[in-house]
């Protein structure tokens, strides 16, 4: 355990990393947006079998934020975070500003298809290209052996192995398993939104995600189970829902039947805030 060094510049933390470097360590990254919990903390927990050093990005991505979305309301704690921190093997932690990140004249944005077409994308189409230019930019500031990203964020995690791959990157990218409440409520820093009659709602979605892979184990058909788990939903007290859909777990292709592993994910609204969870069929 170590209080961690804070950092906000990208040439500090090359300048740290090589110290590291220096000494034989093995880096890993953990890119996280703040206001930290146990899911989190869990990746940090898990990263420690590929990386001797672990450096924490904490940065809220006005890229992978649209218009009308929560960018200026999303919590932001530095403060609460590096406490949380100082219980984890998290030796830094980078929380750069925007400009930073994005200074004067930035131009640049990557295009991401293949597993980040669809799902997420028909409804938030700017999301990934955002995510990939973060990630991919905090990547090759701290040239990690790992970057460990959560499978709660399922599509995400794909797109960014892919991102990886495509950009021939020597960085591993292991997912981390979701963490959820005792209710089964995946952990997110958008729950601390919900007031206690959504949490409650909230609660069903995991709910709801597990009938539909008994149905889809006893037999039933794909598409039924689908559109039963989207009234199910809507039926709990979800104002809307925008996918229950049931992928080829590696490359979320539409399938139609589970010869191969397959992962059902979902999104869903509990009054404004929107939740997304996913679980292996
Ligand atoms: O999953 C997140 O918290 C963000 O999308 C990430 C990967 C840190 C990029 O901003």
């Given at each position: 355990m170590t209080t961690p060094k804070i950092i906000h510049t990208v040439s500090e933390l090359r300048a740290a990393i090589a110290d590291w470097r220096g000494g034989g360590a093995r880096i890993g990254l953990v890119p996280t947006m703040g206001a930290l919990h146990d899911g989190h903390l869990s990746l940090i927990q898990a990263i420690g079998k590929y990386a001797d050093r672990i450096v924490v990005s904490i940065f809220v991505?006005?890229?992978?934020?649209?218009?009308?979305?929560d960018f200026d309301s999303y919590p932001r704690n530095l403060d609460g975070d590096c406490a949380k921190l100082a219980g984890t093997d998290a030796g830094i932690v980078f929380a750069p500003t925007v400009r930073e990140m994005y200074p004067d004249g930035f131009a640049t944005r990557l295009l991401v298809g293949g597993p980040a077409e669809g799902l997420?994308?028909?409804?938030?189409?700017h999301f990934f290209g955002g995510v990939a230019t973060i990630v991919s930019k905090l990547l090759i500031a701290a040239?990690?052996?790992?970057?460990?990203?959560g499978e709660k964020d399922y599509q995400q995690?794909?797109?960014?192995?892919?991102?990886?791959?495509d950009l021939a990157l020597p960085i591993a990218i292991p997912g981390g398993a979701i963490m959820r409440e005792a209710d089964g409520l995946a952990m997110s820093s958008r729950n601390a939104y919900l007031s206690q009659s959504e949490r409650a709602i909230a609660g069903q979605l995991n709910v709801v995600l597990k009938t539909a892979i008994a149905r889809l184990k006893a037999g039933d058909a794909i598409g039924a189970v689908e559109a039963q788990a989207r009234d199910a939903l809507l039926k709990a007290g979800f104002a809307n829902v925008d996918y229950v859909a049931v992928r080829d777990a590696q490359t979320l292709a539409k399938i139609d039947d589970l010869s191969k592993p397959a992962r059902i994910l979902a999104a869903a609204k509990?009054?404004?805030t929107r939740l997304i969870d996913n679980m292996a069929v």
């Amino acid at each position: 355990m170590t209080t961690p060094k804070i950092i906000h510049t990208v040439s500090e933390l090359r300048a740290a990393i090589a110290d590291w470097r220096g000494g034989g360590a093995r880096i890993g990254l953990v890119p996280t947006m703040g206001a930290l919990h146990d899911g989190h903390l869990s990746l940090i927990q898990a990263i420690g079998k590929y990386a001797d050093r672990i450096v924490v990005s904490i940065f809220v991505n006005p890229a992978q934020f649209a218009p009308h979305e929560d960018f200026d309301s999303y919590p932001r704690n530095l403060d609460g975070d590096c406490a949380k921190l100082a219980g984890t093997d998290a030796g830094i932690v980078f929380a750069p500003t925007v400009r930073e990140m994005y200074p004067d004249g930035f131009a640049t944005r990557l295009l991401v298809g293949g597993p980040a077409e669809g799902l997420e994308s028909d409804h938030r189409p700017h999301f990934f290209g955002g995510v990939a230019t973060i990630v991919s930019k905090l990547l090759i500031a701290a040239m990690p052996d790992a970057a460990m990203f959560g499978e709660k964020d399922y599509q995400q995690l794909l797109v960014i192995r892919r991102m990886v791959t495509d950009l021939a990157l020597p960085i591993a990218i292991p997912g981390g398993a979701i963490m959820r409440e005792a209710d089964g409520l995946a952990m997110s820093s958008r729950n601390a939104y919900l007031s206690q009659s959504e949490r409650a709602i909230a609660g069903q979605l995991n709910v709801v995600l597990k009938t539909a892979i008994a149905r889809l184990k006893a037999g039933d058909a794909i598409g039924a189970v689908e559109a039963q788990a989207r009234d199910a939903l809507l039926k709990a007290g979800f104002a809307n829902v925008d996918y229950v859909a049931v992928r080829d777990a590696q490359t979320l292709a539409k399938i139609d039947d589970l010869s191969k592993p397959a992962r059902i994910l979902a999104a869903a609204k509990v009054g404004t805030t929107r939740l997304i969870d996913n679980m292996a069929v």
